[in-house]
């Protein structure tokens, strides 16, 4: 469907872009005038009017198609009273058997009878497809050639049209943010509804399990996050403590002390370190530096386990080291060089010219930096996942296992989904917390690095 | 003599001062030193633990290709052989793999070989079908756990029961070593072949093109929108306030968690949409929306770089706005734009967490084909083997770790190239 379905499209545009060309080169030949836009514009006019509107109903049956025939294989579906049915795994039946007969033995007569339906739709489904997009496409030509005279402007159309999609373009940031926003807030909109909010921000217990079974009531599953920001912002802070004087110092180096060859060499290796998937440092922790943390911890005494916010925070402070740097390179660079002038001038050796007039004056840029990279870390997901573990444990000790809010939305998202219990749902209120943290941060490091940047120019 | 102890205070008080300057520059080279050597031991550790898997271990083995036991005859058709019994014949051939081994024996001597092995021993026979009732030497792949154990990543020398081989294996090992029976060689399965569970047959080909058919989806999508989003913003669009909303929106949409992106396709592509779990088309739109905004910051500074000359050029000639900045400054920013394209893809490809919210995490035995397949992904990939138990797995996540840094290492050459290739200096 998709292949052939391209190749109709791709036969439409042609024909109908030569078609135009030369139905408008014919009417105005017979009217004797000349058009008022080249032919190619009239050509563009016809080709837009049999595209979009055959794209629109194509991508719109791509995303329909197999929710509507579900629905209604379901709906006419003969369910025996007194059966208990889960509807997603009885479709997956329906489907295997409609695609492969040979599962078809064993099922009962109303599975087969539904996947017979269901394949008996998918087929009206596809000869409706391709019909409707045929006569969409011829549809929309006529609508276009009946405006082919050489009075009709079409370059001033074509012009107009152009602005829409490129307007179209720009919102797209718009409409993700916009889909962002809702999906976050709609599912946890749900998890609200069974986990009251301030158990979720106040409370300390965070045992995500559910009842298995309908019913069962052993284990009814608390969900107070505390734990969980706590680990996250313990994760945050060694982070800091490793990026902030490794990333500083060496944005300092680079930008006062360093030869130009120096900085040719470094800031390129910088850059493969800010390139290095997330997954590789997660690697890079798992098999390095958390056995090194675990060994070093045993040598001072201290009963470490094997994968601790020590060694994730380490791995991931690394990882931002080239974000600080080359955000404070850049800010540094940016203090006006009078400043610096001035101070050697007066007899300051470098140091104290650095320490007493760059650093403060630069220091608003240097904190937007700091913020930036904090959103950065708390957003991050695969070094966590990998290296810090998955037990909540409300501790400020570095040595132990601790789990983060991406953790988290990971471990609940992994395996099956079911979007009805409150462990599915979590992951939804865990990520707009997560969404709005991050939003926030950078809102005001932007704000802080826009005003630093105004009091120079 | 106050002069001079002046003097001294200052010369003093200078030499403290520029030891001071000296400890600070020594500070800030050390700190530059430190993340480098963090950079090179990371690909040193990576290097080190991943470089073994690109060899595997063979085991020669005696195989008889009687038609007895196979239930073929020489003149048998193709579907014939292909359905011919040759479990049968690698349980004969284990069985008399070493001379005279009871039955607690056989049992240990299998566990030395792949599950592959029926596949190898029938391969081989569909390939030479002339062997029908003849003894053949041929190398067939060795089990994971001999195969770690010869590269010396598992260690013999802990106790037995917390070894994946007991004793009696290893002295068949080391029998194996002696006889020159067994051998390293270049490992095929791992670029051939798609993830499985057995460390020994599993491979990155599957994960691989998964990658190529995401990066496909996001160039395919994102490329398009944001050339057009950054001509709108640049060249048309009027300063307004919707305007800004857009461009903060932008920036803002940069800074956001690549999991939260993973959330957005599993509450509205799947959910709502209902497109297929887990294919490299669900894949690849939540990257395309991720890498989106970056992509637009490297088109709209490309399209800054033009210089306005250029489209005033066209003005004044008589062309109308769109066609000076379609037929003047989008083609001069192109190569640009492209560069910026192919740095967002290889953002794109790195990334993890918004594919293992799609469902693209799992099991996927088989070499996707196309778009709405469900696929691995690379790093996901490295994810999975990363986390695995198994020890053979360790070193295949170090490999794959590999081919995705080169696969990195060259998109982001190639992008070098383009920009010193084709932009021109103004």
């Given at each position: 469907m998709f292949f052939w379905s391209l190749v109709l499209i791709a036969v439409g545009i042609f024909s109908s872009f030569i078609y135009g060309r030369s139905r408008i080169k014919l009417n105005s030949k017979k009217q004797g005038t000349k058009s008022k836009s080249l032919p190619t514009y009239y050509a563009q006019y016809v080709l837009m009017w049999c595209l979009f509107p055959a794209l629109i109903v194509y991508f719109s049956w791509a995303i329909f198609q197999e929710q509507i025939i579900q629905n209604i294989v379901i709906s006419n579906f003969e369910f025996i009273e007194g059966a208990v049915y889960n509807e997603g795994l009885l479709l997956a039946e329906i489907r295997n058997v409609a695609n492969n007969p040979s599962f078809a033995d064993g099922k009962s007569i109303e599975i087969i009878n539904a996947a017979s339906h269901y394949s008996s739709l998918r087929q009206i489904s596809q000869i409706s497809f391709y019909t409707s997009i045929i006569i969409i496409m011829l549809l929309g030509a006529l609508y276009a050639s009946q405006k082919l005279k050489p009075e009709f402007h079409a370059q001033h159309t074509i012009e107009r049209y152009i602005q829409y999609i490129l307007i179209f373009c720009s919102s797209v940031a718009i409409f993700t943010t916009i889909g962002i926003v809702f999906s976050l807030i709609f599912e946890s909109l749900r998890f609200f509804a069974e986990v009251s909010i301030f158990e979720f921000l106040f409370s300390t217990e965070w045992y995500p399990f559910i009842p298995i079974r309908e019913g069962q009531t052993a284990a009814e599953g608390s969900f107070g996050a505390v734990p969980i920001f706590a680990g996250t912002f313990l994760v945050m802070v060694v982070a800091m403590c490793v990026a902030v004087p490794l990333g500083l110092l060496t944005a300092i180096y680079l930008a006062e002390y360093a030869s130009q060859r120096v900085r040719k060499t470094v800031k390129p290796l910088l850059e493969i370190l800010a390139g290095i998937p997330t997954i590789v440092y997660g690697f890079f922790a798992f098999v390095s530096v958390a056995p090194f943390v675990k060994a070093f911890g045993q040598s001072i005494g201290i009963d470490a386990s094997p994968t601790s916010a020590l060694a994730a925070g380490m791995v991931m402070g690394v990882m931002i080291i080239p974000f600080i740097s080359s955000l404070s390179d850049d800010v540094i660079n940016s203090v006006p060089q009078s400043l610096r002038e001035a101070s050697l001038g007066i007899g300051a050796n470098k140091a104290e010219t650095i320490k007493k007039v760059i650093l403060p004056a630069a220091l608003p840029g240097i904190v937007g930096a700091f913020l930036l990279a904090i959103s950065r870390a708390i957003g991050e997901t695969m070094i966590v996942v990998v290296a810090a573990g998955t037990a909540p444990n409300l501790t400020g000790n570095p040595f132990e296992n601790v789990t983060t809010v991406t953790v988290q939305i990971v471990v609940a998202l992994i395996g099956d989904q079911e979007f009805d219990n409150p462990r599915t749902l979590s992951a939804f209120a865990l990520g707009l917390v997560l969404f709005v943290i991050t939003l926030f941060l950078n809102i005001i490091a932007l704000q802080i690095v826009k005003r630093y940047r105004e009091r120079y120019e | 003599m106050n002069n001079s102890v002046a003097k001294e205070k200052i010369v003093s008080l200078r030499k403290k001062r520029s030891l001071e300057d000296m400890r600070f520059k020594y500070y800030g080279f050390t700190a530059m030193c430190l993340s480098l050597a963090v950079l090179v031991f990371l690909l040193y550790t990576i290097f080190s633990k991943g470089y073994t898997a690109f060899q595997k271990t063979i085991v020669l083995l005696e195989v008889d290709y009687n038609q007895e036991v196979l239930k073929l005859t020489p003149d048998s058709s193709d579907e014939e052989m292909e359905k011919g019994k040759f479990f049968r014949v690698k349980k004969q051939a284990i069985e008399n793999f070493f001379p005279d081994l009871s039955k607690s024996d056989i049992k240990l001597v299998k566990?030395?070989?792949?599950?592959n092995v029926d596949n190898e021993i029938k391969d081989y026979f569909l390939d030479n079908p002339e062997v029908i009732n003849t003894k053949q030497q041929i190398w067939v792949t060795a089990h994971s756990d001999v195969d770690q154990l010869l590269k010396g990543n598992s260690r013999r020398d802990v106790p037995e029961d917390r070894r994946k081989l007991n004793d009696i294996q290893l002295s068949y090992v080391d029998q194996l070593v002696e006889e020159n029976r067994v051998k390293q060689v270049f490992n095929n399965f791992f670029f051939t072949k798609a993830d499985s569970r057995h460390p020994e047959i599993a491979g990155v080909a599957g994960s691989f093109m998964g990658s190529l058919f995401t990066l496909f989806t996001v160039f395919i999508l994102s490329f398009p929108i944001a050339i057009g989003a950054s001509v709108y913003l640049e060249e048309f669009a009027p300063k307004n306030r919707i305007t800004e909303l857009i461009e903060v929106n932008i920036s803002n949409l940069a800074a956001v968690p690549s999991i939260v992106f993973g959330l957005l396709g599993l509450g509205v592509l799947l959910n709502v949409f209902g497109l297929p779990r887990s294919t490299p088309l669900v894949g690849g739109s939540v990257l395309a929306l991720m890498t989106l905004p970056t992509i637009i910051i490297a088109c709209r500074a490309s399209l800054k770089a033009v210089p306005p000359s250029i489209k005033e050029g066209a003005l004044a000639v008589g062309a109308t706005k769109t066609q000076a900045v379609f037929h003047h400054v989008v083609p001069l920013a192109l190569p640009g734009t492209l560069t910026g394209t192919i740095i967002g893809l290889a953002q794109a490809l790195g990334e993890t967490a918004p594919l293992i919210m799609i469902g693209m995490i799992a099991f996927i035995p088989n070499i996707p084909t196309g778009l709405t397949e469900p696929s691995a992904a690379l790093p996901v990939q490295i994810y999975l083997w990363v986390e695995s138990a198994e020890r053979g797995f360790q070193e295949k996540s170090a490999a794959a770790i590999m081919v995705i840094l080169i696969f990195l290492f060259m998109m982001n050459a190639i992008a070098v190239f383009l920009r010193n290739r084709f932009e021109r200096k103004w």
């Open positions: - | 566990k030395l070989f792949s599950i």
